[in-house]
């Protein structure tokens, strides 16, 4: 089992940066899949990036192909998510999540675990 914690979210005015972070508990890190989800308030709650157990593979939605980027670092058991020319539309609360299954999974339903969420809102 997993714990997930985020931090890193904030208000920023469009065009500008934030970087999450989500630190794991326990020695397993590794064997995890990583993804990073978001949603926004009234809406479902999708995929933004995904990042395999080494870390050699990356999946972006296209809505942030370009302006994010994941990264893993297994040694100290946390996932970042990079986020570069922020939109108004970015606006959600961002999740990291785990992931037992193989290869890059990019839909929710293929997490276990999950953190508690940060907000991110951008100002326009």
């Known amino acids: 089992q997993v714990q997930l914690v985020e931090s890193g979210g904030g208000l920023v005015q469009a065009g500008g940066s934030l970087r999450l972070s989500c630190a794991a508990s326990g020695r397993t890190f590794s064997m995890y899949a990583m993804g990073w989800f978001r949603q926004a308030p009234g809406k479902e709650r999708v995929s933004v990036a995904a990042i395999s157990r080494s870390g050699v593979t990356t999946y972006y939605a296209d809505s942030v192909k370009g302006r994010f980027t994941i990264s893993r670092d297994n040694a100290k058991n946390t996932v970042s998510l990079q986020m570069n020319s922020l939109k108004p539309e970015d606006t959600a609360v961002y999740y990291c999540?785990?992931?037992?299954?193989?290869?890059?999974?990019?839909?929710?339903?293929?997490?276990?675990?999950w953190g508690q969420g940060t907000q991110v809102t951008v100002s326009s």
């Open positions: 999540a785990a992931s037992t299954a193989a290869g890059l999974p990019n839909t929710d339903r293929w997490y276990n675990y």
